[in-house]
């Protein structure tokens, strides 16, 4: 079956980029949306944004200036910028696959990776 | 585009029905027909539990349902069980294809 894996520094220095990359195993990325998703520590989830196989992104307005999601096929692989870190960035990031048959939904999901902002 | 409102907290005793709300707006939660569902265990990744308001995705026990009524969306456990013990999390999208997440809800089975 499909799974998804985070990978990437777990400390980042504040005002220095966060990068991290989802694999994908078991299956294509092509054909489908994929999303990123952090949860601060003790806190809630919040969607940064989703990319189409195609490269097509879309971004929560709130973070759209410091985000950059890409996608590489050829890796089935998709990977997470985020600019100018502060303490606020620091959270599990995940990444999700968005289903085709239940719309609008995410139906499966990385393990998640802690990535802390400190210097 | 602010985040969905859900209780803090909620609780019921085994065999018990516990609901869960989430209180959003016109453009998101009222406009659309596509609110999803997350149970999350500590320490683990979110499950998909219900989408498109009352879907429930192949495996998930008919125990838990769900239900919208304008800008308030609804989830409901019934028949509680201890592995229940969860943080639920809704979700809507919000048009222009954004998503946005409720506050979530610490659910305890007493």
């Known amino acids: 079956q499909v799974q998804l894996q985070e990978s990437g520094p777990g400390l980042v220095k504040p005002s220095e980029t966060l990068s991290l990359i989802c694999t994908v195993s078991?299956?294509?990325?092509?054909?489908?949306?994929w999303s990123w998703i952090r949860q601060p520590p003790g806190k809630g989830l919040e969607w940064i944004g989703q990319?189409?196989?195609?490269?097509?992104?879309d971004y929560n307005p709130s973070l759209k200036s410091r985000v950059t999601i890409s996608v590489d096929t050829s890796k089935d692989q998709f990977s997470l910028k985020v600019t100018s870190v502060t303490a606020a960035d620091t959270a599990v990031y995940y990444c999700?696959?968005?289903?085709?048959?239940?719309?609008?939904?995410?139906?499966?999901w990385g393990l998640g990776a802690m990535v802390t902002v400190s210097s | 585009q602010s985040a969905l409102t859900q209780p803090p907290s909620a609780s019921g005793s085994p065999g018990q029905s516990v609901t869960i709300s989430c209180t959003g707006t016109?453009?998101?939660?009222?406009?659309?027909?596509?609110v999803s569902w997350y149970q999350q265990h500590p320490g683990k990744a979110p499950k998909l539990m219900i989408y498109?308001?009352?879907k429930r995705p192949s495996g998930v026990p008919d125990r838990f349902s769900g239900s919208k009524s304008g800008i308030t969306a609804s989830l409901t456990v019934s028949e509680l069980q201890a592995e229940d013990e969860a943080d639920y999390y809704c979700?809507?999208?919000?048009?222009?294809?954004?998503?946005?997440f409720g506050t979530g809800t610490k659910v305890t089975v007493l």
């Open positions: 999700a696959r968005h289903s085709k048959t239940a719309w609008y939904a995410f139906d499966i």
């Open positions: 078991g299956g294509s990325i092509s054909g489908y949306y």
């Open positions: 990319i189409y196989y195609s490269g097509k992104t």
């Open positions: 016109s453009s998101d939660v009222g406009g659309y027909n596509y």
């Open positions: 498109e308001v009352s």
């Open positions: 979700t809507s999208h919000a048009g222009s294809y954004i998503y946005v």
